[in-house]
């Protein structure tokens, strides 16, 4: 199921796609390696990522569709890595 397909021709920030799954490229999400499901129908954004560096999953809902759940994300990612790397 993880065996990705690469590259996706219409996003350039996914590195590979398989079965709903997208794996990101790393310096989209503050260099850290992620599988992810995510979705944006009118009203809200939703997803899920796996961060495979650190073993943590976040699961976070946007009640808008304006971009905002992914710098929600790069700001949780960088609250990880600060607490994991102090």
């Known amino acids: 199921m993880l065996n990705f397909y690469s590259p996706c021709p219409v996003e350039p920030m996914v590195s590979g796609y398989v079965l709903g799954i997208l794996r990101f490229e790393p310096s989209i999400l503050n260099g850290v390696n992620s ?3 995510a979705g944006d129908p009118p009203g809200y954004a939703a997803g899920g990522l796996y ?3 650190y073993d943590v999953c976040i699961g976070i809902m946007d009640n808008t569709q304006d971009g ?3 710098l929600i994300i790069n700001d ?3 609250i990880i890595q600060n ?3 102090n």
């Open 51 to 53: 961060l495979t560096d």
């Open 83 to 85: 607490h994991l790397n």
């Open 68 to 70: 905002d759940a992914m």
């Open 35 to 37: 599988i992810v499901h």
């Open 76 to 78: 949780i990612i960088g």
